[in-house]
Each structure stands twice: as C-alpha cells, then as structure tokens.
C-alpha cells in the first residue's frame, strides 16, 4: 500500500506462542478430554497511522489477541479452533481483513491402565498436530493441517541402487538396509470458505488421525511381509499418492521426509582384521548429514 513518504508498506502484526491448556470435563461417563495448544496469531489490517505517525487508533493490540486465543469454549478440533479464531479478527474489527492462525497441538494420549481407557490420565506422544487457517474478512478460507516429527524407521525392505555413478560416487549399491525418516507432513484441505467446512463434530480430528494412519500404513507394508522401498523419494510418493487417493477433500500434500543414515559399522585392525564384520546387524546412527527429500503432490485436473 502506497504511503507516506511514496514508500511502500506491508505488514502484519500478531502474537507468537500463546500457550492454552484445556479441560473439558463435560464426558456423561466422568470422562475428561485434555488439549494443550500453541498458538499464533498474525493479522493484516488497515493500521498504516500507526507506522506513519504516532497514532495507534487502529491498532489491535497484541495483548488482546492473547486473550482472545484463551477463550475456548465447547470442546472443538483445533482445525475449528483456528478458524474460529481467524474468523473472530475478520468480523469483529472493521480493519481486519485477513488473520493467519497457526496452531501446535502437543500429543497428549489418553493412557490406558491394566487395559482400560484413564478417565483423567493422560501422557505425551510424540509427533504434533499443526494446523494453518487464513480467514478473509469475505469467509473465504485456506486450511492447511499436518504432523510434525512423525519419527518412523524399518530395519529391512529397503534399498537404493542403480543411481548415477561418477568419480565422486562411493556408495556401493544395496537392496537391505536400515530406512528411518522423521516424517513432517501438511496437507491442504479443499474448503475454500468457512461457512463450506463439514459440521460433524470433531470432524478434522478424526481427519487427521486417518491421515496419520495412511502415511504410516504406506510406509510400512503389512505386518508380516513389510513392503519393498527402492527409494525415499518412490516411499514419499506412495505414502502422498494413497492420501490423495483416500481422502478427496485433501487437495495437496506436502511431505518432507529427511533420510536419516544408519551407517553399517565395520572395524578391524591390523591384528584382528574382522573384529566387527557387517552382517545387517550393528549400525551406527547419525543425526547429520541426512540426505533431505521432499515434494507437494496435487491431483492434475483435466482442463476438458
Ligand atoms: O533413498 C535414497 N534416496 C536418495 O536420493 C539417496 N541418496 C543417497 O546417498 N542415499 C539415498 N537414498
């Protein structure tokens, strides 16, 4: 937006990692449900004064957003959650137009005691369910929703072979070896207004669970048998093509899928030439390099 001074202007402004804990203890069986979210607000508004003169008039203040972000009421999704939010700034001040809500729910699991689901007992997994929503003042919506650091790892039916060999190529070829990745994957819904997203209650939850389940189904192959993977890059695809397949309101996928190594350990020395010889059995595993592998997959759409 052209202002003072002929100078161009873009901003936003919003409040980073408010942290919300929640209770809803309204289970008819004494039941509690617990979420622990953290939230980011970014809005963009018509604020400029504030930039070009010491005039805050139009100014949300941050503050106020952190307070909004602690208002929860009914249990929802936090896919619902973050709508509802975005959707509060746009409506409820004029110079809203757009608000970007990211929300990190951490993993807290019900646990189970001598095989019975805890009415209050929760412990924390491991991977985060994220959520991205941008609200428009006119309802128009984009909704993004994913999982982060989805550690998952196979000690067989993995292979890499016949790839470009050059001078500075030494890694021979293989067909078994160790696969283990630390999946991060957002996915796009296809709902492009607010008022155009599914009512059944808890719905984008559910969601994100079979997503989950599809990714690691794919990577993993039936229980007995496992399945084959040629590369990361052929395991990425499969695991993003079966959820594009499965779920037609997911539009795109991305998914970043670090190769992390383990690397076969063999030690010998002069007098003991075989002292530990690799038979597929002792690695040593590393944190870095890791090869880094990733790719957005949508459906083509015929244009006929
Ligand atoms: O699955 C793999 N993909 C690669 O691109 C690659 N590069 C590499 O060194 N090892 C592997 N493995």
Redesign the pocket.
């Known amino acids: 937006m052209a202002g003072e001074g002929g100078l161009r202007v873009e901003q936003r402004h919003g409040k980073a990692r408010v942290r919300v804990g929640r209770v809803w203890r309204q289970g008819g069986d004494g039941s509690h449900h617990f979420v622990e979210w953290n939230v980011s607000i970014s809005l963009l508004s018509h604020c400029l004064s504030s930039y070009h003169r010491d005039d805050n008039s139009d100014i949300v203040a941050t503050d106020t957003m952190k307070n909004t972000a602690k208002e929860c009421g009914d249990r929802l999704s936090v896919e619902e959650f973050a709508i509802l939010l975005g959707n509060h700034f746009c409506s409820f001040y004029p110079q809203v137009y757009t608000a970007i809500v990211n929300i990190i729910e951490k993993p807290w699991e019900r646990v189970c005691i001598d095989g019975k689901p805890h009415l209050h007992g929760f412990k924390l997994g491991s991977e985060n369910h994220t959520v991205e929503a941008t609200v428009q003042k006119s309802g128009a919506l984009a909704l993004t929703s994913g999982v982060a650091g989805l550690a998952l790892l196979k000690t067989t039916q ?1 292979g ?1 072979e016949k ?1 470009v060999r050059d001078k500075y190529t030494i ?1 021979p070829d293989t067909r078994e070896r160790m ?1 283990a990745t630390e999946v991060n994957a957002s996915w796009r819904y296809s709902y492009e207004s607010v008022a155009s997203i599914p009512k059944k209650e808890l719905y984008f939850s559910e969601k994100f669970m079979e997503v989950k389940k599809v990714l690691m189904d794919t990577f993993f192959g039936p229980p007995e048998t496992g399945v084959y ?7 990425l695809y499969l695991m993003g093509s079966a959820v594009l397949r499965r779920f037609p309101d997911v539009a795109s996928i991305h998914l970043k899928m670090p ?1 992390i ?1 383990f690397l076969p350990v063999n030690l010998s020395t002069k007098e003991n030439p075989s002292m530990v010889k690799f038979k597929d059995d002792v690695y040593l595993p590393t944190d870095e390099p890791h ?1 880094s ?1 990733e790719a957005t997959l949508s459906r083509i759409t015929s244009k006929m």
């Not at 993977?229 to 052929?234: I, L």
């Open positions: 993995s890499f790839f890694l696969l993977s040629p590369s990361v890059q052929r395991t190769n190594h090869g592998i």
